[in-house]
């Protein structure tokens, strides 16, 4: 199996299906005809780049996406905290 090889504008043009017309990684990259992880891969790299950082409506999903994760994270906290709190509440004489 070969490596393919891609051109900085074609790995530019998937990030800005990512950031700028708010498509997920995985989108982009079936669109593309490309593997998911290699899209997310660009979107970090180029991400720091002028003119490449999410705007418009890929800005709202990048931010929508890292709330839902770190609401989700947040969850499973208070979940483990309550579930602790009963443990040790229960061990008192």
Avoid: H
Wanted: aromatic share 8%; net charge positive; hydrophobic share 35%.
């Amino acid at each position: 199996m070969t490596r393919r090889k891609y051109t900085r504008e074609f790995k530019v043009s998937a990030v800005r299906l990512v950031n700028e017309q708010g498509y997920s990684p995985g989108e982009a990259a079936k669109s593309l005809g490309v593997d998911a992880n290699s899209v997310r891969a660009w979107v970090k790299k180029y991400a720091q780049e002028a003119g490449l950082e999410p705007t418009g409506e890929g800005a709202v999903q990048a931010e929508l996406r890292r709330l839902r994760r770190e609401n989700a994270d947040l969850r499973m906290e208070r979940e483990v905290l309550k579930k602790a709190a009963t443990f040790f509440a229960k061990e008192q004489p």
